[in-house]
């Protein structure tokens, strides 16, 4: 009976030394980024939804504002960007912002739970890493001195 007791014991022991860390993303996270869904935003990254769509799906946006050549449309913690192409409305969406002020996230979290990214930069003021896959990319970025992620942004492959 010692004997099973021990076993039993020293069984569940290395069952926890063997399992990996909890993620810091959602379960899906990654594959939802790799069909155009970014975890926490309502709104999917499709070539169908317009700037109409979003307005009837979300109501009216918190905040409009112009950011890196585009219109953004702030909801909560999203914000869906639209390329400044002259067309008013804009005609498409072209990438979804997840910001927060503090997500808890890493550079080394990102890396560990990702892997190598396809394209890295870090300076003096800020660190980001991109992922790219078929049609989309995912880039994480970060304040160096706020060392953990504040922005998550998902967007088309140029």
């Known amino acids: 009976m010692k004997k099973l007791l021990f076993l039993l014991i020293f069984l569940v022991i290395l069952t926890g030394c ?3 860390e909890d993620s810091v ?3 899906n996270f990654l594959d939802n980024a790799k069909k155009g869904i970014l975890d926490g935003c309502e709104i999917q990254l499709s070539e169908s939804i317009t700037q109409e769509v979003i307005i009837d799906e979300l109501g009216t946006q918190e905040d409009i504002f112009y950011w890196e050549g585009g219109k953004g449309l702030k909801y909560n913690k999203c914000v869906y960007f639209f390329p400044d192409d002259g067309s008013e409305p804009p005609l498409h969406i072209s990438s979804i912002e997840y910001n ?3 997500l808890n996230i890493t550079l080394d979290d990102v890396i560990r739970e990702f892997g190598k990214p396809n394209y890295s930069k870090e300076n003096d003021s800020i660190w980001l890493v991109i992922y790219e896959f078929d ?4 880039k ?4 160096v001195q706020e060392p953990t ?4 942004k998902l967007m088309y492959n140029k």
């Open 135 to 138: 049609l989309y990319s995912l």
């Open 149 to 152: 992620t504040y922005r998550i």
């Open 18 to 20: 063997n399992q990996s």
């Open 25 to 27: 993303f959602g379960e």
């Open 100 to 102: 927060e002020d503090q």
């Open 140 to 143: 994480f970025e970060s304040i």
